[in-house]
């Protein structure tokens, strides 16, 4: 039982987080619950420190989502996703916080598909 117990809790600390985006939403789903945000509705974005980076995304109508950046750093088209909706939110003047955690994390993501481009294409 005792070994039984410390795999189901070593499962529930590794269990990865899954990510999906489409058209102005943003879904995070972990082991137990799954969190949305309308990123065309962002009021906030804000990195939190610690253990491993997280960025926190806020919405308008009370909805709260943390995403590990490096997801989005290695899918770019979820970076896509809201990056488009984020834009929409400024443009908008609903995104009060954040312009600045979004442009470093637009400046790291390009960086990183332009390396993966040039080792694809035998340039680096």
Same mark, same amino acid.
């Given at each position: 039982?005792?070994?039984? +117990?410390?795999?189901? !809790?070593?499962?529930? $600390?590794?269990?990865?987080?899954? *990510?999906?985006?489409?058209?102005?939403? /943003?879904t995070?789903?972990?082991?137990?619950?799954?969190?949305? $945000?309308? +990123?065309? /509705?962002l009021?906030?974005?804000? @990195? $939190?420190?610690?253990?491993?980076?997280?960025? !926190?995304?806020?919405?308008?109508?009370?909805?709260?989502?943390?995403?590990?950046?490096?997801?989005?750093?290695?899918?770019?088209?979820?970076?896509? @996703?809201?990056?488009?909706g984020?834009?929409?939110?400024?443009?908008?003047?609903?995104? !009060? @916080?954040?312009? +600045?955690?979004?442009?470093?994390?637009?400046?790291? *993501?390009?960086?990183? +598909?332009?390396?993966?481009?040039?080792?694809?294409?035998? /340039?680096?």
């Open positions: 039982m005792l070994w039984f +117990t410390l795999a189901a !809790l070593l499962y529930a $600390v590794l269990y990865p987080q899954r *990510v999906s985006a489409g058209s102005d939403w /943003l995070t789903r972990g082991l137990v619950r799954g969190h949305r $945000v309308r +990123t065309d /509705l009021v906030s974005v804000r @990195c $939190v420190e610690g253990v491993s980076q997280r960025l !926190l995304l806020r919405d308008r109508l009370g909805g709260r989502a943390e995403i590990d950046p490096e997801v989005l750093v290695r899918h770019p088209h979820l970076w896509l @996703c809201l990056e488009r984020a834009r929409k939110a400024a443009a908008d003047g609903s995104l !009060l @916080c954040g312009a +600045t955690a979004l442009r470093r994390l637009s400046e790291r *993501v390009n960086r990183e +598909t332009a390396r993966a481009v040039f080792r694809i294409s035998g /340039l680096d």
